[in-house]
């Protein structure tokens, strides 16, 4: 951490290494709202001394990134959101406010990334296990969301459903990708769900990518939906409903064709994942 050696006040003597403290500070003395809910967004640096290594409080994943100052002192640019919410926790195992904030971070990077991938989450002590997530771009995590671990949310008397993200400013592209001109679909869409069994351990990105990498023709967009785990799908074991969008670009698609692409679809994620049909 750098310290400042002439800094206006006792609180203020260090320069931050990170955005998420400020944010939480500033969602102590607003909390609560009559709302229900609070949201905050800021856009600023951080920085690091000289012999400081990258902690996982704000590992940049590029070590090579932030601008030098005279003194050695590395800063980045950074942004980071924090959204509180006073709902009761449910029993729903799909926790629908973590896919709102999931959502945040994927709006503030898509002015300037064509696509993006979901990722395993790096462990963090400030989030939640097993409800947070990695960014990526290819291979480079740009954004990590989470929901706040329950230690950290009580430390700042915020509510249990308290997230937060933070983007990886340094590693996003610095212009926005060309916009090619697609004409509109003369011919409908035609939508298949199907759920399929998989084990508990395999993210829902890898099916929506091995949908879109099975070869099977007409798949124009994949989702993933829902997820659901219980006594009928058996230990170990999850089910992942996806929607799939198919379109014939020279026609309207038959029923006869659009179930040969979902067959053709399963069949592809039975053989990749060992991925089983619910009925």
């Known amino acids: 951490i750098v310290e400042l050696q002439n800094p206006l006040s006792e609180d203020h003597r260090f320069l931050r290494p990170s955005l998420l403290p400020g944010l939480l500070a500033t969602a102590e003395r607003w909390w609560p709202r009559p709302s229900g809910a609070l949201r905050l967004f800021e856009v600023g640096h951080i920085f690091r001394a000289p012999t400081q290594t990258a902690h996982e409080g704000e590992a940049m994943h590029n070590p090579h990134g932030g601008v030098y100052t005279e003194n050695g002192v590395r800063e980045w640019p950074s942004a980071a959101g924090l959204a509180v919410f006073a709902d009761a926790e ?56 989470g929901r706040l ?24 592209p610095q212009y926005s990708p060309t916009r090619v001109f697609t004409p509109l679909p003369r011919f409908p869409a035609t939508k298949r769900d199907i759920a399929v069994v998989v084990p508990a351990e395999l993210p829902a990105s890898d099916l929506v990518a091995g949908v ?23 230990e ?10 198919l379109r014939q ?23 990749r994942f060992g991925a089983t049909l619910r009925e």
């Open 90 to 145: 449910s029993d729903d195992p799909i926790d629908r406010r973590l896919l709102e904030v999931k959502g945040d971070a994927e709006a503030a990077i898509a002015s300037l990334a064509k696509e993006h991938t979901l990722g395993r989450a790096h462990p963090r002590t400030y989030f939640h296990p097993g409800a947070a997530g990695d960014l990526l771009i290819g291979d480079t995590v740009v954004a990590k969301f």
């Open 149 to 172: 671990h329950p230690k950290l949310a009580r430390a700042y008397e915020l509510p249990p459903l308290s997230y937060a993200f933070a983007l990886y400013v340094e590693n996003l």
């Open 212 to 234: 879109r990498e099975s070869g099977a023709p007409y798949v124009e967009q994949v989702q993933a939906f829902d997820e659901y785990r219980g006594r009928q799908i058996g």
């Open 236 to 245: 170990g074991r999850k089910s992942v409903a996806l929607q799939i969008t």
């Open 249 to 271: 670009p020279n026609g309207t698609l038959t029923d006869e064709e659009a179930n040969a692409s979902k067959d053709a679809i399963v069949a592809a994620l039975a053989k």
